[in-house]
């Protein structure tokens, strides 16, 4: 966990550390999917690149993965994923150009990419019976406060599941009603979940597909109820989000929220394991994934 360990600072480290990762048991052919290779020496070749002894093909660690073709060293590459992966309120992109020694440009081009690593692919429901699950949305950004000079950007609606001690599920909507709401939840919690929302009315009806609902009218100034009837768990999360949108990253684009969404939920989802174990969850997403600058979009934050 220490930053100044030779994977973070020797690119030779760093490739034999995210080898160790990506092929416990020996280099896997990104190409045919077999683990039968030759690792190519001398003076002719760069350092590790493996020739597949069934298709032939020549790779690297980094081929079939977020970090492909990147002129980046990859012991940067390890510890911009530490850093974003140790940081709870997440590292903003001008922190990651100062401790790096690159562009602004490149710097947030890796952290969106090392975002797509902390993606799910195939996120399983929340919830299931007996287990309860808390909806709640809020609005990040926007705030007109002592902005003289421009009108306030618009604020962005993000909602959130999170199972009581368990994982959170968020995501960007930018229209908030009843479908949208339903969507999301029907999609994405088991209906045998116990539901706890506010008082919202898109709920109601959305309540009764599912095994129980408890609603809490913060209107009223009610925020919890007998029975472990509350939704603070995702009050909870919103708050280190908040804190992460005000103190660190202070601007976030609709084009890019959903990006955003995801690093807090994989931070949240392994808040049990330590940094360096966080980290290697990050580097074993970085397989199967492809993220282009010209995918992402525009320089935005």
Excluded at 85 to 91: E, I, V
Excluded at 227 to 237: K, L, Q, R, V, Y
Excluded at 242 to 270: M, P, Q, W
């Amino acid at each position: 966990m220490d930053i100044t360990a030779p994977r973070f600072t020797n690119e030779d480290a760093a490739r034999e550390h995210l080898e160790a990762i990506r092929w416990p048991d020996g280099a896997e052919c990104p190409h045919c999917g077999l683990i039968a290779a030759t690792r190519l020496s001398g003076s002719h070749h760069r350092p590790g690149l493996y020739q597949c002894n069934n298709c032939r093909e020549q790779f690297t660690v980094t081929v079939g993965t977020v970090f492909e073709r990147s002129k980046i060293g990859l012991h940067k590459w390890l510890l911009a994923t530490h850093l974003l992966c140790a940081s709870k309120k997440g590292m903003s992109a001008k922190q990651i150009e100062r401790m790096l020694g690159v562009t602004y440009k490149t710097a947030w081009f890796m952290c969106h990419r090392i975002r797509e690593a902390m993606k799910d692919e195939n996120p399983s429901p929340l919830g299931g019976s007996g287990v309860v699950v808390e909806a709640d949305e809020t609005f990040v950004g926007g705030k007109a406060h002592r902005r003289a000079y421009r009108a306030p950007a618009p604020k962005k609606m993000v909602f959130s599941l999170v199972e009581r001690d368990g994982r959170a599920r968020s995501f960007h909507i930018a229209n908030i009603h009843g479908g949208n709401v339903r969507s999301a939840l029907v999609t994405n919690v088991d209906r045998a979940s116990t539901l706890m929302t506010d008082d919202a009315r898109f709920y109601w009806g959305i309540g009764r597909e599912f095994a129980q609902h408890g609603r809490v009218i913060h209107g009223a100034g009610e925020f919890a109820k007998a029975g472990g009837i509350h939704s603070n768990t995702a009050e909870n999360f919103f708050s280190i989000f908040k804190r992460g949108v005000v103190g660190t990253y202070h601007h976030l684009s609709a084009a890019h929220l959903h990006r955003y969404t995801v690093e807090f939920d994989f931070r949240y989802n392994t808040r049990n394991n330590n940094d360096f174990e966080r980290s290697e969850l990050c580097l074993k997403g970085i397989a199967g994934k492809r993220l282009t600058y010209r995918r992402i979009g525009p320089l935005a934050a």
